[in-house]
């Protein structure tokens, strides 16, 4: 079951200058930075009440950040909901009829299981599940 939004994520060319910018909207610093090697990113966190907001810069031109920011630029890439049980959510939703990117979870950043659900099946939105590793 989706429990709630758990990020947002924002695709960025420059993390240093996109962590200096939202630090300045947001009026406080990031408080993790991690490379995901796995995805080609590197990423950023703020933490705004319960929700988080991800920022995201490509590590290699073939990463689905460089693409999407080649193909649309900078600005909202997904959004990622908070799961008790990825892989039961994974079923439920395929059954629903959702297309899943990848059919088993995989580890991402911020100590979370992630898959993502493709965007023609869900109104163009790319939905992130997240589960917390245990």
Same mark, same amino acid.
């Given at each position: 079951?989706? #429990?709630?939004?758990?990020? !947002? ?17 947001? &009026?406080?610093? %990031?408080? #993790? ?5 796995? =995805?080609?990113?590197?990423?950023? /966190? /703020? *933490?705004? &009440?319960?929700?988080? !907001? ?8 073939? @990463?689905? !950040? ?11 890439? %997904?959004?990622?909901? =908070?799961?008790?049980? !990825?892989?039961?959510? *994974? ?6 009829? /959702?297309?899943?990117? %990848?059919?088993? $979870? ?9 898959? /993502?659900?493709? $965007? #023609? @099946? ?13």
């Amino acid at each position: 079951m989706i #429990k709630k939004i758990e990020h !947002i994520g924002i695709a960025v060319k420059n993390l240093q200058n996109s962590n200096e910018l939202f630090k300045k909207l947001f &009026g406080q610093d %990031h408080y #993790k930075v991690e490379r995901v090697e796995s =995805e080609g990113v590197s990423t950023s /966190f /703020f *933490m705004l &009440g319960e929700t988080k !907001i991800e920022l995201l810069e490509a590590t290699n031109e073939n @990463s689905a !950040i460089s693409k999407f920011i080649e193909k649309k630029g900078e600005g909202i890439h %997904h959004i990622a909901y =908070e799961v008790d049980n !990825i892989e039961n959510e *994974m079923q439920r939703l395929k059954k629903e009829g /959702f297309e899943l990117i %990848h059919q088993q $979870p995989k580890d991402g950043a911020d100590n979370k299981k992630i898959c /993502f659900l493709h $965007p #023609k @099946s869900t109104n163009g939105v790319l939905v992130e599940l997240c589960e917390e590793k245990k």
